[in-house]
T-cell receptor, first 113, second 117 residues
Framework: AQTVTQSQPEMSVQEAETVTLSCTYD???????LFWYKQPPSRQMILVIR??????QNATENRFSVNFQKAAKSFSLKISDSQLGDAAMYFC??????????FGTGTRLTVIP | GAVVSQHPSRVICKSGTSVKIECRSL??????MFWYRQFPKQSLMLMAT?????????EQGVEKDKFLINHASLTLSTLTVTSAHPEDSSFYIC?????????????FGPGTRLTVT
């Protein structure tokens, strides 16, 4: 099975500042999807951003952007202008295009007012 | 769009009893539904995958006789925890996907917290 590694169990950021969450994955496939999910205290999983592996351009969604390095198998999430509502667990996930979604262990983000 | 609901959101049951959790896709037809289990401060662990009208495929180590999954229609899947024990207490999350949607994204329900006393 593919493995997804999030090496930062916890991160903190000052409100309005920028933070980057790391994610690496292991695969031998060339076509796949990558996701970042947010899980706030309510525990509802919320899709933050997705990246198709065949696309070279990094995905962006408002204050959220990724740095997708396919050769390095790296998929980091950058949150700009951090807000208090960004505080949550963030999970990186790899999807193989069939039915298999593999999650990392998560990074708990604290936003300091 | 792509809303998935779960019912109940919280349930407490006594040891030895069974409890059913429902997962519904409200505005799309779910070709495939997934059941995850999440322990406190941990990631999501896939328990099983089910396609409408077919038997569920269970992940290694998940007891299929204990966690009964039924995907009777394109909008409903149920997870029944049979003869529940305190160690079954956990947070259960379902998700759904549809081949009709181009991104193959999984849409997650809000989860069900099961406590077995």
């Amino acid at each position: 099975a593919q493995t997804v590694t999030q090496s930062q169990p916890e991160m903190s950021v000052q409100e309005a500042e920028t933070v980057t969450l790391s994610c690496t994955y292991d695969t031998s496939e060339s076509d796949y999807y990558l996701f970042w999910y947010k899980q706030p205290p309510s525990r509802q999983m919320i899709l933050v951003i997705r990246q198709e592996a065949y696309k070279q351009q990094n995905a962006t969604e408002n204050r959220f952007s990724v740095n997708f390095q396919k050769a390095a198998k790296s998929f980091s999430l950058k949150i700009s202008d951090s807000q208090l509502g960004d505080a949550a667990m963030y999970f990186c996930a790899y999807f193989d295009g069939a039915n298999n979604l593999f999650f990392g262990t998560g990074t708990r983000l604290t936003v300091i007012p | 769009g792509a809303v998935v609901s779960q019912h109940p959101s919280r349930v407490i049951c006594k040891s030895g009893t069974s409890v059913k959790i429902e997962c519904r896709s409200l505005d799309f037809q779910a070709t495939t539904m997934f059941w995850y289990r999440q322990f406190p401060k941990q990631s999501l662990m896939l328990m099983a995958t089910s396609n409408e009208g077919s038997k569920a495929t269970y992940e290694q180590g998940v007891e299929k006789d204990k966690f009964l999954i039924n995907h009777a229609s394109l909008t409903l899947s149920t997870l029944t925890v049979t003869s529940a024990h305190p160690e079954d207490s956990s947070f259960y999350i379902c998700s759904a996907s549809s081949r009709d949607r181009s991104t193959y994204e999984q849409y997650f329900g809000p989860g069900t917290r099961l406590t077995v006393t």
